[in-house]
């Protein structure tokens, strides 16, 4: 039965409502970045752009790096963004909008994020990229959807070793796609860790201004945790999302983050845009040869 109006909603030039996005628009490898002046910093090192939009935070530009055909578009920050990205993504690719109806051949996307992030073990330098092996997630998006795609022992490890308020989402974990962590691996000097996503920047992630912390020693518990010989080395606001809704999808997607704080040192990266400006070098670079 085609989907109703009322939840695939298009523009009237047919168009995804939130993306403002058709199918023709985009590349079928795609870079995710949250701010939408770092679109343009990415495709500075394009050949060539052939097509660009924007609505709201949601900047798409599509064009050729090294004859790869690649789409960017920002995400603006927070997980919240990513369900709507990553849900109109696929329906640009596998659902036929103008009859409604899901297609019959499945289209897989490879999705990388770039982005920041803070590291919260010591041995996680400044200026370092961390390959986040799984996600980790704190935001409570994932019990939206009926699902199968977690990593169940390294999950039931992580909710047993926890303690902290029952009011807050039950935490899971979601691995990377292999074959990502595999090609971005060759010939690399990356940190691979666990990234633990969540809700807000301030109190989901262990800082307080003004405001007491329900509970003050979360941060101390995400650092003490191990999983067989992974632990979680840094946090950010978009990865489990990202990982999680790509599984659902039937896509892949690997998030790649640049440390430019570190919470266990106090830290903070001397050239933030230079840390970043290198992530995207490398990452264009291992994706034209993907």
Known sequence: MPIASSELILNPDGSLYHLNLKPEDIAHTIITVGDQERVAKVTSYFDEIIF????REFKTQTGFYKG??????????????????????????????KTRE???????????????????????????FVMSE???????????????????????????HLKVSPKKPQPYIVDADQTLIDHFL???NVVLGYTGTNLGFYGPQGRTLRLQLED?????????????????????????AIYSLAKLLGHRALSMNAIIANRATGGFSKDPKASVDSLIRFTLDKLSKL
């Open 52 to 55: 660009e939009t924007q609505k």
């Open 68 to 97: 790869k055909k690649i789409t960017v578009i920002s995400t603006g920050i927070g997980i919240d963004n990513i369900d709507i990205v990553l849900n109109e993504l696929d329906a640009l690719v596998n659902i036929d909008l």
């Open 102 to 128: 899901l297609k019959k051949n499945h289209q897989k996307l490879t999705i990388v994020r770039i982005g920041t992030s803070g590291g919260i073990q010591p041995f996680v330098d400044l200026d370092k």
């Open 134 to 160: 799984a996600s980790v997630g704190f935001d409570g998006l994932l019990h939206y959807y009926k699902n199968d795609v977690t990593n169940v022992e390294a999950t039931k490890a992580l909710c047993d």
């Open 186 to 188: 060759k010939e690399s």
């Open 216 to 240: 003050p020693d979360f941060i101390d518990q995400l650092v003490s945790f191990r999983y067989e010989n992974h632990s979680i080395t840094n946090l950010e606001m978009e990865t489990s």
